[in-house]
């Protein structure tokens, strides 16, 4: 059995900055990446950002410069500064077992409840 715990998002104006943390808990930690994917109204679901445990990094082009993912043991940070109107939606934190090529996959490995971050002008 695997969790995917994910921490409160938030509300904040243009310009501000919040941080996101997930949890995964596992009987063992094989090789796996995780990170956080994003439904916006009126799009696909798209990746953000992903670390794994070497600390490469995936970050997609819309957020980079402006979020960067890190993570301590089972837990991944994701700080996001400089949040536009644009970044709001419902955020999922992902585990992908078995290497990088897990992690353009849309619905495998296992997910995290979501959360919901709101960009105000």
């Known amino acids: 059995q695997v969790m995917v715990i994910q921490s409160k998002g938030g509300s904040v104006e243009a310009g501000g900055s919040l941080i996101l943390s997930c949890t995964a808990v596992?009987?063992?930690?094989?090789?796996?990446?995780m990170g956080w994917m994003r439904q916006r109204v009126g799009k696909k679901r798209e990746r953000v950002a992903a670390?794994?445990?070497?600390?490469d990094r995936d970050v997609a082009d819309s957020v980079k410069g402006r979020f960067t993912i890190s993570q301590a043991k089972n837990v991944a940070y994701l700080q996001m500064n400089r949040l536009e109107p644009e970044d709001t939606g419902t955020y999922y934190c992902?585990?992908?077992?078995?290497?990088?090529?897990?992690?353009?996959?849309?619905?495998?490995?296992?997910w995290g409840q979501g959360t919901q971050v709101t960009v105000s002008t």
């Open positions: 992902t585990v992908r077992w078995g290497g990088w090529a897990q992690w353009v996959e849309p619905d495998v490995g296992d």
């Open positions: 596992a009987n063992t930690y094989s090789q796996y990446c």
């Open positions: 670390i794994d445990l070497d600390g």
